[in-house]
């Protein structure tokens, strides 16, 4: 996996994931804090804040749907993106796990 993982780096209230965009990369948050935001909901509060070690982008490429929602860093981030050609290839397998964490659910 660690090959297939490209490093980026976004300053602080940068936009990560922009809600409508076709989903093409699955994110790991390797530093830094970022948050997600919905159109319409909760006079623009974050939904959820990702800090080291979350993950993010899944669902879209698990759903072949556009983004949900936006995710933009709180701080000045760091993440390894992997795209959806690596990412069906090789965390396929734990998509029931992604599934089960989908915040679109609670």
């Known amino acids: 996996i660690a090959d297939a993982l490209e490093t980026v780096k ?27 935001f919905k159109a319409g909901t909760n006079n623009n509060l974050p939904l959820k804040t990702y800090q080291r070690g979350d993950y993010f982008g899944e ?27 690596g990412f069906q290839r090789l965390l396929g397998p734990v998509e029931g796990i992604m599934r089960r964490d989908d915040p679109s659910k609670r």
């Open 59 to 85: 669902l879209a490429l698990l759903d072949d749907k556009p983004r949900a929602a936006s995710v933009v860093s709180k701080t000045d981030v760091k993440v390894a993106m992997l795209g959806k050609a």
């Open 10 to 36: 976004y300053p602080a209230n940068k936009t990560i994931i922009r809600e409508g965009d076709v989903g093409d990369r699955f994110y790991i948050l390797e530093d830094g804090a970022a948050e997600v």
